[in-house]
């Protein structure tokens, strides 16, 4: 017998197929593979500094972290800022670090090894090495001493110098980078006595092995610089104090100017 269905029956059953319909459909749905959309991570360079920032280091050979050569430096990295937002400066003072200049060890030659292209040395100037060889520009500046640089930069650049320089045929340099450089003096000696004491062609012997490691440095030389702030209480009558104030006068700001131009042209050098 052929049973009656009423229509509230019907809904009912109606109701019934769409609900196990939904049902099945949210299962499939679950079991399926989700499609998911990947951002690519922002790139961050180690120092958390944007992947365009053009980073220029100066390195103060100097005791002094106010004196000549220390403002010349600044006056350098001020240059450096001014040609570019995306410029990042650093200044080392290497009197503050405790190291050593190269140990003749040799492990920087070495075949087969990690160390090779590395100075394995560990002290105060081993980050720095390292920091050194990434950027961008690095000036060294320092006053003159007997002639020649402080002790304390001629060992810093052993040490950063010497892993590099290979005794291969080719490569001559391992360097990560072949940056730019510039070098900062500061002395005493006049610009005649500069050059008739042959300090251009002592400095010069350093500067040819940061070119041959890196970009050959662009030199900027302070001359006849102004030493103590009271010339009366040193026994120093071989000059003139009233004679370097005048000095002072006409040429330190020229002296400060020509570093400000230096890095500007170093960060514009970098840029083209």
């Known amino acids: 017998m052929k049973q009656h269905q009423t229509p509230k029956t019907i809904h009912l059953q109606k109701y019934c197929k769409w609900v196990g319909v939904m049902a099945i459909a949210l299962l499939l749905g679950a079991a399926a593979p989700c499609k998911m959309t990947e951002t690519a991570p922002t790139k961050v360079s180690e120092n958390n500094l944007p992947p365009t920032t053009i980073e220029i280091i100066a390195i103060n050979g100097s005791p002094r972290t106010n004196g000549n050569t220390a403002e010349m430096c600044n006056h350098f990295l001020e240059g450096a800022i001014s040609a570019n937002a995306n410029v990042h400066t650093t200044i080392i003072n290497l009197y503050e670090l405790d190291f050593k200049g190269c140990k003749s060890c040799f492990a920087c030659k070495l075949k087969n090894n990690s160390s090779y292209g590395h100075c394995i040395v560990e002290d105060g100037i081993t980050k720095l090495i390292e920091q050194v ?38 490569p001559r340099s391992v360097a990560p980078k072949r940056m730019q450089t510039a070098m900062i003096y500061t002395m005493n000696v006049t610009e005649q006595g500069y050059y008739d004491q042959k300090y251009d062609e002592k400095l010069a012997v350093m500067e040819n092995v940061i070119g041959r490691i890196f970009q050959q440095p662009v030199s900027i030389c302070a001359f006849n610089t102004y030493q103590f702030d009271d010339y009366s209480r040193y026994y120093a009558d071989r000059f003139s104090e009233p004679d370097k104030a005048s000095y002072k006068t006409e040429h330190w700001a020229l002296d400060c100017q020509k570093a400000f131009d230096a890095g500007k042209a170093m960060v514009e050098t970098i840029l083209k």
């Open 133 to 170: 060889s990434q950027a961008d520009g690095v000036v060294f500046a320092s006053p003159i001493y007997l002639g020649d640089i402080t002790g304390e930069m001629r060992s810093f650049l052993e040490r950063l110098l010497f892993p590099y320089l290979t005794y291969q045929q080719e």
